[in-house]
């Protein structure tokens, strides 16, 4: 099948890294897949050009622009842009990612035939713009992530056969890949041997309970519970939401920040750790640092937020909590206590991820959405 993949986005954030993963699932299994992009700022780093580029995928030459925010002239210019590419490369259907590429291929698309699907990043709690609303009844489907998103659409008016759940994507190979060598996070943080070695990977902003997480770290200190925690990450209040209160509360012996980790180094950070927590979902409501941790065997402390309920089975592949600071800390209590269940936990979070976020998995659910979505159109069958 000969796809559209069009991203309003030129910077690599919140959905674009799961869109490219699945695109380039979809490439492997034998699609044509032709990936279009934001464009970008000249001399600006993290670019979706380039990340798509680096997993093999092929660049649609539409010449949109593609912004993330709508523009009437700009978008004017970019349906007109887009209608001409498909009018010359006559693909079977259109894989849109973001509302503003959403809505301009539902109007570059119009008459001609090809179908267009959405694949729907949100968690089912946020209420949807009222552009996302009129996008996804006017297209021919979404693949949801969550079931609390497929509910929250089939409210809208999306019949079942609109409608195909996935769990989110991830290429879990290629992270496995990059995380193969030695891992050396205990040695370069000086974290004890015998300390259960837990993870964060988070932006460190406001929003993000960072206070909760120190009051925890505090009560397991205290209550000489050998564990330790390593912030992977950075943030705008990165001083004032995190370095400053380990000072002050004295916890720079069980509290390490590596900064901002990428590539092979990101991974082998991730794959040292026997335990991960996230607090509250950032950009991206998929929540990709806990599923590459869960793909890396490491098992998850998550509270209820968003799709963390659905990513993490309690007492399974992780432990899911109230927020609260003793909460909090009894989990690591137990985890630290308890190793061997631990592992266990970090072993079936590895399976969950190859059955459920593994692109090829998700890729299947995409194709069977995309089957329905061209039977009966002459000439956009598979």
Not at 94 to 110: E, G, K, M, P, S
Not at 144 to 153: G, H, K, P, S
Not at 160 to 173: C, G, M
Request: charged residues 25%.
């Amino acid at each position: 099948m000969k796809l559209l993949w069009t991203i309003s986005n030129w910077k690599r954030t919140g959905p674009l890294e799961p869109s490219l993963d699945l695109a380039a699932a979809m490439g492997n299994g034998g699609h044509e897949v032709h990936v279009a992009v934001g464009r970008a700022p000249a001399g600006q780093p993290d670019r979706a050009d380039v990340a798509a580029e680096a997993r093999g995928l092929r660049l649609a030459a539409t010449g949109a622009t593609l912004a993330k925010h709508s523009a009437p002239l700009r978008n004017w210019r970019d349906v007109r842009r887009l209608r001409h590419w498909i009018a010359r490369e006559n693909p079977a259907a259109i894989v849109t990612t973001q509302r503003n590429d959403h809505v301009l291929a539902l109007r570059a698309a119009a008459g001609v035939g090809v179908p267009v699907v959405r694949l729907w990043f949100g968690d089912g709690l946020s209420e949807p713009d009222a552009r996302d609303r009129k996008a996804l009844v006017r297209g021919a489907g979404a693949l949801v992530l969550c079931e609390r998103a497929r509910e929250q659409l089939a409210g809208f008016g999306l019949g079942p056969a609109a409608l195909v759940q996935a769990a989110p994507p991830l290429d879990v190979e290629a992270l496995r890949a990059r995380a193969a060598g030695p891992a050396d996070l205990r040695a370069r943080a000086g974290v004890p041997a015998d300390h259960l070695l837990v993870g964060i990977v988070a932006r460190m902003q406001t929003h993000r309970r960072f206070e909760m997480l120190w009051d925890a770290v505090a009560a397991w200190k205290a209550a000489g519970v050998p564990a330790s925690l390593v912030a992977i990450g950075r943030g705008t209040h990165e001083e004032s939401v995190a370095r400053e209160p380990v000072r002050r509360m004295g916890l720079g012996d069980v509290v390490h920040f590596t900064g901002y980790l990428r590539g092979e180094a990101y991974a082998r950070a991730v794959a040292s750790l026997e335990a991960q927590i996230l607090l509250v979902p950032g950009s991206d409501p998929t929540c990709r640092a806990l599923r590459e941790g869960m793909a890396l065997g490491v098992p998850s402390l998550a509270t209820h937020r968003g799709m963390l309920p659905e990513l993490v089975t309690d007492g399974v592949t992780g432990i899911l909590v109230d927020e609260t600071a003793a909460i909090l800390a009894a989990a690591v209590t137990r985890m630290a206590s308890e190793r061997e269940q631990t592992r266990a936990m970090g072993v079936e979070a590895r399976a969950r991820a190859d059955a459920a976020f593994a692109t090829p998995v998700v890729a299947r659910s995409l194709e069977r959405l995309l089957e329905g979505a061209t039977r009966g159109v002459p000439g956009r069958t598979a």
